[in-house]
């Protein structure tokens, strides 16, 4: 297996505009996580969803970030519009959550900087 | 879910055993003791986890107190490649989440 796939790796786009981070989870995990991480704020969850439901989103900043899981494969983190203080490097988890094990795999992360 | 404190930063010289120890006094009955890793500009890595027992992997031993108010994760033989933040993370079996805090910066030297 590939691992979680996120795309793109890196993003730098200026203020105002629309971004768009994708995430393709492990084959046959039923968990996905978003995850922010800045110097100032650490790893923060953002999200996350199970058999494709958003579970708890209450680490979501405010209402210019949105996330969708379309199907088992897929999920997207979109930010309209971006802001600077949205620059951080955000992951993408997945997990095949069991009773006593919660591991999740991480993917190698989007960097956005915005202008 | 209950609180961590971890040491800022450690230092750790190639080849011996690395201690990480992690205080979580107000742990529950039910919640599992998670390290994860994170190496430089990579994503989080999970290394092992327990409840009450010891635990070993090929990675690393997980020593929990019988109090379990606090534990410690043990890199038998350190390498360079082991240098890292490792976090110490408490979670219920009720939750998928996993809050991360400012971890245990190992500075692993030759």
């Known amino acids: 297996d590939a691992g979680v796939i996120q795309s793109p790796r890196h993003e730098v786009t200026e203020m105002g505009q629309e971004v768009t981070l994708r995430c393709k989870p492990i084959?046959?995990?039923?968990?996905l996580f978003w995850y922010r991480q800045t110097m100032m704020r650490g790893l923060e969850l953002l999200i996350y969803?199970?058999?494709?439901?958003?579970?708890?989103d209450s680490g979501m900043p405010e209402d210019r970030f949105s996330a969708k899981m379309p199907n088992a494969s897929f999920s997207t983190l979109k930010i309209q519009p971006s802001e600077p203080r949205d620059s951080a490097v955000y992951f993408c988890a997945s997990s095949y959550r069991t009773s006593g094990h919660n591991e999740q795999f991480f993917g190698p992360g989007t960097r956005l900087t915005v202008l | 879910d209950a609180k961590t404190t971890q040491p800022t930063s450690m230092d750790c010289a190639e080849g011996r055993a690395a201690n990480l120890p992690c205080n979580h006094s107000?742990?529950?009955?039910?919640?599992?003791v998670y390290w994860y890793r994170q190496i430089h500009s990579q994503g989080p890595q999970y290394i092992i986890h327990?409840?009450?027992n010891n635990e070993t992997n090929e990675m690393a031993s997980l020593i929990i107190t019988e109090d379990r108010k606090s534990s410690t994760l043990i890199l038998p033989h350190a390498t360079l490649r082991d240098t890292a933040v490792y976090y110490c993370i408490v979670s219920g079996d009720n939750t998928d989440k996993l809050i991360f805090g400012t971890g245990t910066r190992l500075q692993v030297f030759p």
């Open positions: 084959s046959g995990h039923n968990s």
């Open positions: 327990g409840l009450k």
């Open positions: 107000t742990i529950s009955g039910n919640e599992y």
């Open positions: 969803f199970n058999n494709n439901v958003p579970i708890d």
